[in-house]
């Protein structure tokens, strides 16, 4: 890549993901979307898809949407086979695999991993880095504490830590939280009750109805968090404070909480001291940074692009 180049970072990021999360956890296979040419990999784009549908779908009455798609029509109009297709198909006669599920199962499986752990992560350390940027001071004080926790000597390579020691950055696992909390990479969630219930507002759920949660509010309500940020996950003793998962719900709450939420903290921690201590990263001026509407995940607006001219080499 040519010094000089502006590269968009959340796209960067999302790359990032989606070759670790497939090659890692889901399929045991790379699509390789980090290579230098940042190419269009159609499974990629068609998750992509996916996550812009599943807000609409959301959105929309479910008697339009299905209308749309038998006249293959608006968001419904599918030009070729591809995952959302097969997501949508319904069940078939269960041909099993060798290993005694049926192939459908499997599909679903890697398809909810992928989706869970895609984009989440690039979405969170995007918001991370873009808030650091605007805070210097904060920026300061991880420099400090990835200098007194990671190897003294480096040669440029990619670190990696045991959970051990990643529990010692304190300050940069309060300031990833503090992300989470203000762009939550989900921000909306919902919920149905099986049965008719009585929420503690006094509202009365018939069995089925649909609860939007939005957790972008919910992170930002001072009566919850209340205004400094310190006090709120760091005790005085320097530990971190661990909230309820019921008022800190980046990550949702009860029986199906999120099952990466360790995992994810351990990603975003190595990436994060990984480009901190060898980069200063600063982006690019005058562009707007703002939330996108257009998905049910947080993606910015426009992308946040740096430069790789001013990527400075900070080797700690
Ligand atoms: C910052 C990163 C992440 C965030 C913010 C996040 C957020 C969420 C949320 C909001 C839910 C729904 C919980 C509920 O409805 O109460 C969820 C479910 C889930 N997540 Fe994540 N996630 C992240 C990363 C990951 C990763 C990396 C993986 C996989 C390796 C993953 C796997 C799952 C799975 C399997 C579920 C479904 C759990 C169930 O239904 O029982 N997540 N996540």
């Known amino acids: 890549m040519k010094l000089g180049t502006e590269v968009d970072l959340e796209n960067l990021l999302q790359r990032f993901d989606y070759d670790h999360i497939c090659a890692l956890l889901a399929i045991g296979f790379d699509p390789k979307t980090l290579t230098v040419e940042f190419p269009n990999v159609p499974s990629k784009v068609a998750f992509d898809e996916v996550e812009e549908a599943l807000l609409y779908r959301n959105i929309v009455p479910r008697v339009v949407w299905k209308m749309q798609r038998w006249l293959q029509i608006g968001e419904e109009k599918n030009d070729q086979f591809d995952l959302l297709t097969v997501f949508m198909v319904e069940e078939e006669g269960s041909e ?32 991370f880095f873009w808030l650091i940027a605007t805070h210097p001071s904060v920026e300061t004080k991880i420099l400090e504490e990835i200098k007194a926790n990671s190897p ?18 304190v300050y940069l696992h309060a300031t990833l939280c503090e992300t989470l909390r203000l762009y939550p990479p989900v921000p909306v969630n919902n919920k149905s009750p099986i049965q008719s219930e009585i929420l503690p507002s006094g509202d009365r759920p018939g069995r089925g109805t649909r609860i939007f949660i ?27 404070i661990h909230k309820p998962s019921y008022m800190f719900i980046p990550f949702g709450a009860g029986a199906r909480v999120c099952l990466g939420k360790d995992l994810s903290f351990k990603q975003m921690k190595t990436v994060a001291i990984n480009v901190l201590r060898n ?10 940074v703002s939330v996108s509407s257009k998905s049910i995940a947080l993606h910015t607006e426009n992308g946040l692009m740096y430069s790789t001219a001013v990527l400075k080499y900070v080797r700690l």
């Not at 003294?152 to 950055?169: A, C, H, I, P, R």
């Not at 939005?214 to 003793?237: F, P």
Request: glycine residues 8%; proline residues 0%; aromatic residues 14%.
């Open 214 to 240: 939005s957790v972008y509010s919910m992170g930002r309500k001072e009566e919850i968090w209340g205004k400094d940020y310190l006090e709120r996950w760091i005790s005085e003793s320097g530990k971190i």
């Open 279 to 288: 980069y200063q990263v600063e982006f690019v001026e005058n562009q707007t």
């Open 152 to 169: 003294t000597s480096s040669d440029g390579n990619l670190v990696s830590f045991t959970v051990e020691e990643l529990n010692k950055f």
């Open 96 to 127: 099993m695999s060798a290993f005694g599920k049926s192939d459908k199962f499997l599909r679903d499986k890697a398809y909810s991993f992928i989706a869970a752990g895609k984009d989440t992560i690039s979405i969170g350390l995007t918001w």
